[in-house]
């Protein structure tokens, strides 16, 4: 697979892995096992860069991915994520990145991903409550103590970036983006190119949306994250099928999927972009890493642009209290 470098140099495949689904957010967890073997197939066709967090499960997805991978050292990239407070029963209860929680975070993260040092340590979310400067100072620190080897945002505003990077170099931010969510190309996108810094979109498939196999008539399991999405509501899916349509269209020209085209069209805007797509099912995987070799022309992107600015898709893509925690 095409690689792509994050910052000045780190070196992924293309298209990466989202792994939390394979432990949370979607509906009952599927095996564990099963997902083992699905992450290290994906490693034979060349994807190298995989996406983890300790609250993802909590701490299960980290320990599922540690295992997975621990046969491949040295040759895939994982990033993971600290700045939430758990408690003991693994229930979220907040957020911290109080430099003394944030080194904790890491020396429990080497652990569970049995790895020497994480390649790629990302604040999951801005707290307000301690100076990104301190935030940044202390993983300065853990990459001189040898514990960490980059540091990256996610979801943080252009000035917090810019505060962050003074400090610490940012390797790479991770945001919500796709055709379907937009808003870093306002300030996010330019501020990056600017500083150099590489940038991850998560939900490249909009929570499943824009694969084509959702509609208004889909139904959720209840501990699936989507019965809490305005965007997810049978009324906004109505409204929002136009985007769907819209791929499909481009896709049959290509000889290629709706999710193909989604993804091929965040390669095409930047050589620094990565989406890291995730997946329970091997046939989805294989789709998604095919979207590396979708070539989208410049008249493909014409009329997916000039079509796309005529959408107005429907519906938040968080609730009220998660859509705080953005932007900041």
Not at 96 to 122: C, M, N, T
Not at 146 to 166: D, Y
Not at 280 to 294: C, D, F, P, S
């Amino acid at each position: 697979m095409e690689k792509r470098r994050l910052g000045t140099d780190v070196e992924v495949s293309a298209v990466g892995l989202g792994c939390m689904g394979m432990s949370q957010s979607y509906g009952p967890s599927p095996d564990r096992q099963e997902m083992i073997s699905l992450i290290r197939t994906s490693v034979e066709p060349g994807v190298t860069f995989f996406d983890t967090a300790e609250v993802y499960g909590p701490f299960v997805n980290e320990e599922l991915v540690g295992e997975a991978l621990f046969p491949f050292r040295g040759d895939v990239v994982i990033a993971t994520k600290f700045g939430f407070r758990i408690d003991s029963e693994g229930r979220q209860v907040g957020l911290s990145s109080r430099p003394e929680h944030v080194k904790q975070v890491a020396d429990a993260s080497l652990q569970r991903l049995r790895v020497p040092a994480i390649d790629l340590f990302y604040q999951h979310r801005v707290d307000v409550d301690v100076p990104i400067e301190d935030v940044a100072g202390a993983v300065k620190e853990l990459i001189q103590e040898g514990k960490v080897k980059h540091f990256g945002l996610s979801e943080a505003a252009p000035g917090t970036i810019r505060r962050a990077h003074a400090v610490q170099p940012v390797t790479a931010v991770q945001s919500e983006y796709s055709l379907w969510t937009r808003t870093p190309e306002v300030e996010v996108l330019p501020t990056l190119e600017e500083l150099g810094i590489g940038f991850v979109p998560f939900s490249p498939l909009g929570k499943g949306f824009l694969t084509g196999k959702i509609d208004a008539s889909t139904t959720f399991d209840s501990s699936d994250i989507r019965t809490t999405i305005p965007r997810f509501t049978s009324e906004a899916r109505r409204a929002n099928q136009t985007l769907v349509e819209l791929l499909g269209e481009i896709a049959a020209r290509k000889n290629a999927t709706p999710a193909q085209i989604a993804l091929a069209w965040l390669l095409a805007q930047k050589p620094w972009i990565v989406p890291i797509p995730g997946t329970r099912r091997l046939e989805r995987l294989e789709e998604n890493i095919g979207a590396a070799t979708v070539d989208l022309t410049p008249d493909d992107l014409h009329d997916i642009e000039s079509a796309a600015s005529k959408i107005t898709v429907e519906g938040a893509r968080y609730p009220e209290h998660l859509e705080r925690l953005t932007g900041r």
